[in-house]
T-cell receptor
Framework: DQQVKQNSPSLSVQEGRISILNCDYTNSMFDYFLWYKKYPAEGPTFLISISSIKDKNEDGRFTVFLNKSAKHLSLHIVPSQPGDSAVYFCAASGGNQGGKLIFGQGTELSVKP | DAMVIQNPRYQVTQFGKPVTLSCSQTLNHNVMYWYQQKSSQAPKLLFHYYDKDFNNEADTPDNFQSRRPNTSFCFLDIRSPGLGDAAMYLC?????????????????FGPGTRLLVL
């Protein structure tokens, strides 16, 4: 029972264009969502988060959108840079999960010069 | 200025030979977590400590144990590693546990220890 899903295992984008990474969840009790970026042989690095009381959070080139009715969130990176090439995980917490993060399986982003 | 440190980065052990992975943090966070990540899969929580209180996930095998002797350190002990335990083990910390709905706590991860079982 996968509660957090990232249906695109990979995404390729041209440098300077927008990257849109998507994430769906099934548990309506989730109330906090995070995006992590992971380079090979390193641990996940926190990127941006959003609470369920918001529908958008922006930090520089990164914006996360939350659509609670659709149980969907997305991460927009604009403009995309080659250094953004990594695996991106979305994660969710809340409800009866305590502090536990439930991760999606990740989307590998490749930004081509 | 690493904040969550994991040693070693790579660990090779033999089938059935106990192994210990270590994690330390300089953030003075109350909560420490251990996740297991197998290739191309999502990280999966094994257990966490809130201060000295140990919280085991229901589906974590008994083969996995943990110790937290003080705020800074947390250990993952695998008593009898099997071939299926080969994975990346990630340690994470958070300042606290979520208190209110929508009031999440960011978790900060270490670089991970990749375990190979021969």
């Amino acid at each position: 029972d996968q509660q957090v899903k990232q249906n695109s295992p990979s995404l390729s984008v041209q440098e300077g264009r927008i990257s849109i990474l998507n994430c769906d969840y099934t548990n309506s009790m989730f109330d906090y969502f995070l995006w992590y970026k992971k380079y090979p042989a390193e641990g996940p690095t926190f990127l941006i988060s959003i609470s369920s009381i918001k529908d958008k959070n922006e930090d520089g080139r990164f914006t996360v959108f939350l659509n609670k009715s659709a149980k969907h969130l997305s991460l927009h990176i604009v403009p995309s840079q080659p250094g953004d090439s990594a695996v991106y995980f979305c994660a969710a917490s809340g409800g009866n999960q305590g502090g536990k993060l439930i991760f999606g399986q990740g989307t590998e982003l490749s930004v081509k010069p | 200025d690493a904040m969550v440190i994991q040693n070693p980065r790579y660990q090779v052990t033999q089938f059935g030979k106990p192994v210990t992975l270590s994690c330390s943090q300089t953030l003075n966070h109350n909560v420490m977590y251990w996740y297991q990540q197998k290739s191309s899969q999502a990280p999966k929580l094994l257990f966490h400590y809130y201060d000295k209180d140990f919280n085991n996930e229901a589906d974590t095998p008994d083969n996995f144990q943990s110790r937290r002797p003080n705020t800074s350190f947390c250990f993952l002990d695998i008593r009898s590693p099997g071939l299926g335990d080969a994975a990346m083990y990630l340690c994470a910390t958070s300042r606290d546990l979520p208190r209110l709905a929508g009031d999440g706590e960011t978790q900060y991860f270490g670089p991970g220890t990749r375990l190979l079982v021969l």
